[in-house]
């Protein structure tokens, strides 16, 4: 294991700095420039089929969940299809309604979580397609399923997962760029996705240089027995994603929620002792999450930014950590990043054992 890990001091960061070539390895031989879309090979869908599709079900666990969140926004925004997403622990013993044209997509890294995996059997058992985003070659649910995509991000050994997450993203985004060009979405609109994506793995390697800044935060912050993260619309499922990673591998309490949901109870716990991150895009939702950080400091309560956006005034928060800009299909891929790189360096600061966290297993094949 030792040698494996060249450089670096844990699987996770050496993980987190090969997102540029996972990235890369995701959408390569899948971008068709010309045409304005993306193209897969194994997925068994013809564009008849596609065009009927009424409704997307994502199912997946942990990490994998998180990203079929952010594919819920990215999807229904990009192709116009209605997406839900469950935890496969709750679909599979559900009596879900699904209309008989559904696609049911499963995300698994390890392509072996047996809950996911039973509500892959459950949902083909009532006849319905299912497509996997999988990561592991030859993993059962991959072997299984009737059509997918793999995500060749290479293995994943830390136990909390990020390369493959951010894989995840970028072949959601990809899927919505590929059905919305079979239904709404138009020729321009497809190009400058397929341009977003082919310039991300640059944008990250520049995003990765912010770790010396992001460590001495962590630092900083370190001490703190609790954190909020916020964000709206596709940055809530990274916030909610970013409080995963930090309680994984550090034991800290730490709480995603969409920014306005703030005041409807974990403001309660907002004090000098519980800072806040927030995710702050360059978008239509600027100004009210900059009004979200107001009422954070309104009560004491220490703020950290993540943004794109170069105009925020120094004085509104504690500490701003700025990621170059980008696409809104390309943009919670920068945005975890910063994430990531703050929970390891506050799990290194407490002396955790970050690869391999307390309780924790990288595949739960048990139920
Ligand atoms: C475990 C891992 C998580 C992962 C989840 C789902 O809980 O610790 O990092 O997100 O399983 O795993 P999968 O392999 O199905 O993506």
Known sequence: ???????????????????????????????????????????????????????????????????????????????????????????????????????????????????????????????????????????????????????HS???????STKAFTSQLLILSMLSVYLGRTRDLSYADGCQMVEAIRTLPKLVEQTLELGEEIQSIAKAYAKNKDFLFLGRLEMFPIALEGALKLKEISYIHAEGYPAAEMKHGPIALISEDCPSIVIVPDDETLKKNLSSVQEVRARKGKVIIITDSYDIPAHLADEIITVPKSHNCVRPILMTIPLQLLSYYIAVELGRDVDKPRNLAKSVTVE
């Open 1 to 151: 294991e030792e040698a494996q890990l060249g450089d670096f001091e844990h699987f996770m960061l050496k993980e987190i700095n090969e997102q540029p070539l996972a990235l890369e390895n995701a959408f390569r031989g899948r971008l068709n420039m010309s045409e304005g879309t993306c193209k897969f090979g194994g997925l068994n869908l013809s564009r008849k089929n596609i065009r009927q599709i009424d409704r997307i079900l994502i199912v997946a666990c942990g990490t994998a969940w998180h990203s079929g969140l952010v594919g819920e926004y990215l999807i229904e925004k990009y192709s116009r299809i209605p997406v839900e997403v469950e935890y496969a622990s709750e679909f599979r013993y559900r009596n879900a309604p699904m209309d008989k044209n559904t696609l049911v997509i499963v995300i698994s890294q390890s392509g072996e979580t047996i809950d996911t995996l039973e509500a892959q059997r459950e949902a083909q058992r009532k006849g319905y397609h299912v497509i996997g985003i999988i990561n592991n070659v030859g993993s059962t649910i991959a072997r299984e399923n009737d059509g997918g995509i793999y995500q």
């Open 154 to 160: 290479g293995p994943e050994i830390g136990v909390a």
